[in-house]
């Protein structure tokens, strides 16, 4: 039914073959042991066949059952998004509320089919993409009289390539490896990379704007998005492919960010690219964070737009590129298929030593057109490879609690944003977890603010990582809010980030959002707590 080639992890990030082994969990407990000086065991894993599920409380009719199940294993692969302290239940076993049927439509006919089907019985619809949600976004809700979770991976193919325009038309359970794959013949990509890329998906970027690895200039797949499809309850939702347009609201920014409420995006046209293959790196350090990000503004506000202008405080740089721990690390990187990037890096480093930015002249790196990477060597490599090995599972069940959330700001709120969020979640902190570690680096910049990507982590009992959590969490989110950023820059709001996103935006928009949802879903089956309750 699945077209994946691989079961996805009931348990953590990505596939069967992406879990850590039992010996890696125990080699990973034994150093967690060492740096505690307390004894912890990884959790065994069950047996996907041993989990006992309620019954489903639906029969899917003959005319669908080519493509829904009520398997065990898609129940169990579907119940749960990427956040690891859903994927800690899961790892211990606790699914309390699957869903009753996973549907995998292999057309927009099948689709239409499931759709309805969901709306004629009053059954609560999941789109559902790779699963990565870290915002609590693809589960079904307690009160659900019964759930579909709706996989789109089978509409997974570049259907038609305008070179001329250099757009594609994209179906939404695209994977990003197999979007690049089936690009790169063409020499095109489409050079979203979040760090789930892997495991996410088309629909699931644009239903959730995903924020990719470029950290200026075109940062959020918005940026990309040349029309959209989406499927309603109420029938078919497909914008016009436009470069750009001022005809009064944008149908696509309905779309953008509707995180499954309004409909199933089945395809969207994106705007592709031709492959980099001129390059510039560099590292540089600085004596301190305020001065490091200093320089990142002046670069944002130089417009030199480089695809890498990511700044990591003093803890991070130690932590993922092995820096002393004194020092922030900015990684500087530009890309393009035609214009040498030299001049452009040498420009940036200018900056960067003109805010007391340290870089010798020779760990300058310039790839002027072999198409080679360049930012794989000391720390800048070292800090990729942090960034790429997410290290899924490996620590899970241990007491270890570790997470992030991320924000973006306007610079004349900035340091003093940072200064009142690190001194609010530390209280947090230090009252809920012990030997806490809190950073932070930029994830993407703009001209106006930077987005600021705080990591924390540190020990709580076994068991109570739940209650621990939500207390960082909430800290975390009341500062970030009271203090004017946003509660999301990029992962969405889902269920999670709902009371920051209630307490930012305009009480009215709300009421637009149920009205317009009304409207296109008016049993409220798709997705319903997800931004707002029907
Ligand atoms: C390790 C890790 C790293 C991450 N890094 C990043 C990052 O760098 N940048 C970033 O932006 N996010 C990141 N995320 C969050 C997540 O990957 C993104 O939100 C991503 O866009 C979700 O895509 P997905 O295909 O997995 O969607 P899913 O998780 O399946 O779904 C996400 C939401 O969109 C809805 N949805 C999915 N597909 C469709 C569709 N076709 N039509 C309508 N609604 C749909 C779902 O119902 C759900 O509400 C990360 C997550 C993990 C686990």
Known sequence: MTARAERRSFWTWGYVSDEPSIAERRAAAERLSARIGESVEPPPVPAIDDIVLQSPRLEVPDSLSGWVSTTTAERVTHTYGGHSLELLKALRGEFDHPPDAVAHPASEDELDATLAWCDREGYVAIPYGGGTSVVWGVNVPGDANAAVTIDLDNLNTVLEVDEVSRAGRIQAGMLGPDLEAALKPLGLTLRHFPQSFPWSTVGGWVATRSGGHYATN?????????????????????????????????????????????????????????????????????????????????????????????????????????????????????????????????????????????????????????????????????????????????????????????????????????????????????????????????????????????????????????????????????????????????????????????????????????????????????????????
């Open 218 to 534: 075109h940062t959020h797949i918005d940026d990309f998005v040349e029309s959209t499809r989406m499927l309603t309850p109420r029938g078919w939702f497909e914008s016009r492919r436009l470069p750009g347009s001022g005809a009064g609201p944008s149908p696509d920014r309905l779309v953008l960010g509707s995180e499954g409420t309004l409909g199933i995006i089945t395809e969207c046209w994106l705007r592709l690219q031709k492959r980099p293959v001129y390059r510039g790196t560099a590292g540089v350090v600085f004596p301190s964070w305020v001065s490091g990000c200093e320089a990142v503004r002046a670069i944002a506000q130089a417009k030199l737009w480089p695809a890498n202008l990511r700044i990591l405080d003093p803890s991070e740089a130690e932590f993922s590129a092995g820096l002393s721990g004194d020092h922030a690390l900015l990684i500087i990187g530009f890309e393009s298929a035609d214009i040498p990037q030299g001049s452009n890096v040498r420009a940036a480093v200018r900056i960067a030593r003109s805010h007391g930015g340290v870089i010798e002249d020779d760990a300058i790196l310039i790839d002027d057109g072999t198409g080679q990477a360049t930012g794989r060597g000391g720390a800048v490599g070292a800090w990729r490879n942090a960034f790429i090995g997410v290290n899924a599972g490996l620590t899970a069940g241990l007491g270890l609690l570790a997470d992030t959330f991320e924000t973006a700001i306007t610079w004349d709120r900035w340091p003093d944003f940072d200064a009142e969020v690190r001194e609010r979640v530390g209280v947090a902190l230090r009252d809920a977890l012990r030997g806490a570690r809190l950073s932070c680096r930029f994830t993407h910049v703009y001209p106006d603010g930077p987005a600021p990507y705080y990591s924390f982590s540190g020990m709580v009992p076994v068991g109570a990582e739940m209650e621990r959590w939500r207390v960082v969490k909430d800290a975390a989110t009341d500062a970030v809010v009271a203090a004017g950023g946003t509660v999301t820059h990029h992962h969405a709001v889902g269920r999670m980030h709902r009371p920051g996103w209630e307490a930012q935006r305009p009480a009215l928009f709300g009421d637009l959002w149920r009205a317009a949802k009304r409207c296109v879903d008016p049993n409220g089956i798709l997705n319903p707590g997800v931004l707002i309750d029907p």
